[in-house]
């Protein structure tokens, strides 16, 4: 069983407030929104990519007590994996081999937005790996397989968005609910997985592994379930992470 560390409860007052009320709203709200797409939709298959979204099924799953955790599988879809474009292939053949029956398959991705580059290279590499698929599989499988964007987004600092981001925006692919900040993002105390480490890159950036270390409940991190919990009427006491042996079986399973 993977480590798990939890804060005792005296340590819950000891933390610094990640997010003011109005920054919180704001991201609920279009997280709220967010939800009510899925339930309208109903996808065959939530893909939450690694490490972001990981917290996005956390807050859903709290605003929808109905929400389908057993539909969410994890991608290590990041460009904090030195070899992102050969495991991102690997994990979508592996995806399709054992999902796929031949008939129609609906696939929602949910995403943080910024700049929209990170969500424009999943989907290529989405699209290359369909590809690859099809011409083993031996017919055309566009039609039957659909892929959707739903993304909470944030405004860049300058105040543009990638041009291919754009582009699958226009065309229906990708669809954003923007809020003041995304309180998650790049924000290691409001996200509980820890992945092993690689090497240091070129650049000097720490890469990551696709394997699974452990997990860490911050006391920023159950707050803000709290948080969440108690804007939606439900039990703080109540809520917890989900998922966690899944996304580590998500990884192995389609890395084989």
């Not at 017919?139 to 860049?156: A, D, F, H, Q, R």
């Not at 996200?191 to 890159?201: D, T």
């Not at 452990?214 to 707050?223: I, S």
Request: with cysteine; glycine share 6%.
């Amino acid at each position: 069983m993977r480590k798990r560390k939890v804060f005792k409860t005296k340590e819950l007052v000891q933390f610094m407030k990640q997010y003011n009320q109005k920054e919180f709203d704001s991201y609920i709200e279009a997280m709220r929104k967010i939800s009510d797409v899925l339930r309208s939709e109903k996808p065959d298959y939530i893909l939450a990519p690694i490490i972001g979204s990981v917290p996005l099924i956390d807050v859903l799953s709290i605003i929808d007590r109905n929400f389908p955790v057993e539909n969410v599988e994890y991608p290590p879809n990041s460009s904090r994996f030195s070899n992102r474009e050969e495991i991102i292939a690997r994990w979508y053949h592996n995806f399709f081999l054992d999902n796929y029956d031949g008939g129609r398959m609906s696939l929602i991705c949910l995403d943080e937005v910024i700049s929209g580059s990170s969500s424009s290279k999943g989907y290529k590499e989405f699209r290359k790996s369909l590809k690859k698929f099809e011409d083993e599989f031996g017919s055309y499988l566009g039609k039957k397989i659909n892929y959707k964007v739903l993304g909470i987004g944030e405004t860049p600092r300058n105040h543009k968005r990638n041009h291919n981001f754009l582009k699958l925006v226009n065309n229906g692919v990708v669809k954003v609910f923007e809020t003041k900040r995304i309180i998650t993002s790049d924000n290691i105390v409001l996200n509980p997985l820890r992945l092993k480490r690689g090497e240091i890159n070129k650049q000097g950036r720490q890469t990551y592994l696709p394997v699974v270390d452990k997990f860490v409940l911050t006391p920023e991190y159950l707050n803000l379930l709290h948080d969440v919990a108690s804007y939606f009427g439900a039990n703080p006491d109540g809520v917890s992470p989900v998922n966690e042996m899944k996304i580590a079986r998500s990884l192995e399973k389609y890395l084989r």
